[in-house]
């Protein structure tokens, strides 16, 4: 009864989406972006139909699909595939802010606060609540400001698309509590993990929750999320075999590898991706140096002619030596850390499959140079997209441009039919699928809008960016470096150090301030302690569970740097500007 009524909720909601849908969306008020050199007519014209592929997609959903998960292409109706979320409007939600469309933003944020309910009798998948539900509501509310909401007090440190993100993750933490700390994958949102449940779950369904939760550990203030997954983390790290390797599925009661396949692509391909944006986001040395020591051992063992096969993790053997599309993904990830030429080899190799079939299949065996027996289907995902954009902000090779070139031609050949764009069943004689997985609208348009719109705000260089008065100072926002999670939704890192709890620099700060003002009456420098936050508006955080021994020690033991100097970093990637990270070599 309970689902029900959500459905029923979310159903009173299709008047107020649709009422400017009957025929084509307003012109978009323009989000103001870094100056830029502007756009050839080519790139002008590929984004407007990259445009209006979101809007064909879009409206159907709305009008055909909604308030369901995805909408259904052939048949016109919809379908709940991952909880019963509404699962497309939140994974479009970010993206028609990067195409411009203010107004609409702001409809889908009332129409999800209003609809959403995650206290639900449902079996959801962990990873795919956490990658599309609260990575896309954690991005949504870090871009309310620039989207003309009013925010309330204390954002970012709080607001309503935070709580729900919040609640949504919260549901998804039972999942977590194994001997070993690894994740189920799946659990129920109501009763949490069902007794019976599978305790073997791939390793990008456990390493894939540093973005989101540490970014929710960092804006709510509560350390549980950012445990959890660096736990989980270094579970993996841990149970590695002899030889370095992690496969594809574990137990994660006994932490015994059921399928012992080592590679990039599917069941492994977000472990390495969150290894690297991990470490970017939150500028963690130790999180890099774990993917480092896996990339050279995946370079070692499983490359081959810039093809990565896949080998058996305890001994390094060829095991199937294919090509999946979910591996496009990588040399993205290689731009990320510098690596570009050895990643324009590779995204080559992957665009000669593309071409030979108009898309890339799920398997496609490298010795034969042809599809896998069931395996010859292309769900329009993004990750070849993902890897153009990439390295077209690194190298501006207009190569990169072809591929998005191609990809707008083929997947509107092929995908596109009356109520939207259908998953291509066979990429050999392009029969098709009743299905529109959200991540099409979340991901595949994205990257193809940014792949043409170089002076979108997304690709900010820091020349524009935004001051915002936080609980706790003024903070830097939106000037650019966002991290996309494996669902292509941006999280600005700057935003991480709004929130901070930190009672001992807040303290150390006043204490200047008075000692400024006291010199001025005095003529001399005077510590003094800052009166007891115990009384009145000042009252002690009960969330700083260590204010008070930081306070005892400020005045008896000395800062090693000025609180008003800016101290070097540690980490060694410095700078991440237009797609890639440049090292700090000195």
Request: proline fraction near 5%; glycine fraction near 8%; hydrophobic fraction near 35%.
């Given at each position: 009864m309970r689902r029900v009524c959500h459905k029923r909720r979310l159903q009173a909601a299709i008047p107020q989406l649709l009422h400017k849908c009957?025929?084509?969306?307003?012109?978009?008020?323009a989000v103001r972006g870094p100056a830029g050199p502007g756009l050839s007519a080519p790139?002008?014209?590929?984004?407007?139909?990259?445009?209006?592929?979101?809007?064909?997609?879009?409206?159907?959903?709305?009008?055909?699909?909604?308030?369901?998960?995805?909408?259904?292409?052939?048949?016109?109706?919809?379908?709940?595939?991952?909880?019963?979320?509404?699962?497309?409007?939140?994974?479009?939600?970010?993206?028609?802010?990067?195409?411009?469309?203010v107004s609409e933003f702001q409809r889908v944020?009332?129409?999800?606060?209003?609809?959403?309910?995650?206290?639900?009798?449902?079996?959801?998948?962990?990873?795919?609540?956490?990658?599309?539900?609260?990575?896309?509501?954690?991005?949504?509310?870090?871009?309310?400001?620039?989207?003309?909401?009013?925010?309330?007090?204390?954002?970012?440190?709080?607001?309503?698309?935070?709580?729900?993100?919040?609640?949504?993750?919260?549901k998804l933490l039972p999942a977590f509590q194994t001997p070993t700390g690894m994740p189920y994958g799946t659990v129920n949102l109501l009763h949490g993990v069902n007794p019976g449940e599978t305790p073997v779950t791939c390793t990008a369904g456990i390493g894939t929750f540093i973005v989101e939760f540490a970014t929710l550990s960092h804006l709510t203030g509560d350390p549980v999320f950012e445990d959890v997954a660096r736990k989980a983390l270094k579970a993996l790290w841990k149970h590695r075999s002899d030889i370095g390797l992690v496969g594809n599925h574990i137990d994660v009661i006994t932490a015994k590898w059921v399928a012992?396949?080592?590679?990039?692509?599917?069941?492994?391909?977000?472990?390495?991706?969150?290894?690297?944006?991990?470490?970017?986001?939150?500028?963690?040395?130790?999180?890099?140096?774990?993917?480092?020591?896996?990339?050279?051992?995946?370079?070692?063992?499983?490359?081959?002619?810039?093809?990565?096969?896949?080998v058996q993790m305890y001994k390094g053997t060829v095991s199937m030596p294919v090509f999946q599309s979910l591996e496009a993904y990588w040399p993205g990830l290689q731009s990320l850390i510098g690596d570009v030429d050895n990643a324009m080899r590779t995204f080559l190799n992957y665009y000669t499959v593309w071409k030979q079939f108009g898309g890339l299949p799920e398997f496609?065996?490298?010795?034969?140079?042809?599809?896998?027996?069931?395996?010859?289907?292309?769900?329009?995902?993004?990750?070849?997209?993902?890897?153009?954009?990439?390295?077209y902000r690194a190298t501006r090779d207009p190569t990169l441009l072809e591929l998005g070139r191609d990809a707008v031609e083929s997947i509107e050949k092929i995908s596109k039919v009356d109520c939207g764009f259908a998953t291509i069943k066979d990429l050999r004689d392009h029969r098709l699928d009743n299905r529109m997985e959200s991540f099409f609208l979340a991901e595949t348009i994205k990257y193809l809008y940014l792949l043409f719109d170089p002076d979108n705000f997304i690709h900010n260089d820091g020349s524009d960016f935004d001051v915002v008065v936080t609980p706790y100072g003024e903070c830097v926002l939106s000037a650019g470096g966002y991290i996309?999670?494996?669902?292509?939704?941006p999280i600005d890192p700057a935003a991480l150090h709004c929130?901070?709890?930190?009672?001992?620099?807040?303290?150390?700060?006043?204490?200047?301030?008075?000692?400024?003002?006291?010199?001025?009456?005095?003529?001399?420098?005077?510590?003094?302690?800052?009166?007891?936050?115990?009384?009145?508006?000042?009252?002690?955080?009960?969330?700083?569970a260590s204010s008070e021994k930081a306070g005892e020690k400020r005045n008896s033991k000395k800062s090693s740097h000025s609180l008003l100097s800016c101290?070097?970093?540690?980490?060694?990637?410095?700078?991440?500007?237009?797609?890639?990270?440049?090292?700090?070599?000195?």
């Open positions: 009957s025929g084509p969306f307003p012109a978009p008020r790139c002008l014209c590929r984004r407007e139909r990259v445009r209006a592929m979101f809007y064909h997609a879009y409206e159907h959903y709305l009008e055909s699909a909604f308030p369901y998960d995805e909408l259904r292409p052939l048949t016109c109706d919809g379908q709940d595939t991952w909880g019963s979320f509404s699962l497309t409007l939140i994974d479009a939600l970010d993206t028609l802010l990067i195409l411009g469309n944020v009332n129409v999800l606060q209003e609809g959403v309910d995650f206290d639900i009798d449902v079996n959801a998948s962990v990873f795919e609540t956490n990658i599309r539900v609260v990575g896309g509501l954690l991005s949504a509310h870090l871009l309310s400001r620039k989207a003309g909401l009013q925010v309330e007090a204390g954002w970012p440190c709080s607001g309503p698309l935070l709580r729900m993100a919040e609640e949504a993750a919260r012992q396949d080592a590679g990039i692509g599917a069941g492994v391909d977000s472990y390495f991706e969150y290894l690297v944006k991990g470490a970017i986001l939150l500028q963690d040395k130790e999180l890099m140096s774990m993917f480092l020591g896996e990339c050279f051992l995946i370079k070692n063992y499983t490359k081959f002619d810039d093809w990565y096969l896949w496609y065996n490298i010795p034969q140079g042809y599809t896998v027996d069931k395996r010859e289907g292309y769900p329009l995902r993004p990750e070849l997209i993902e890897s153009a954009m990439y390295l996309f999670n494996t669902e292509a939704h929130c901070r709890r930190r009672r001992e620099e807040q303290w150390e700060v006043e204490d200047l301030m008075r000692e400024f003002y006291s010199r001025k009456k005095t003529k001399k420098f005077t510590l003094k302690r800052a009166p007891d936050r115990g009384e009145g508006e000042n009252a002690k955080d009960p969330q700083d101290p070097s970093q540690s980490f060694n990637s410095k700078l991440a500007v237009l797609g890639q990270v440049f090292l700090d070599n000195t």
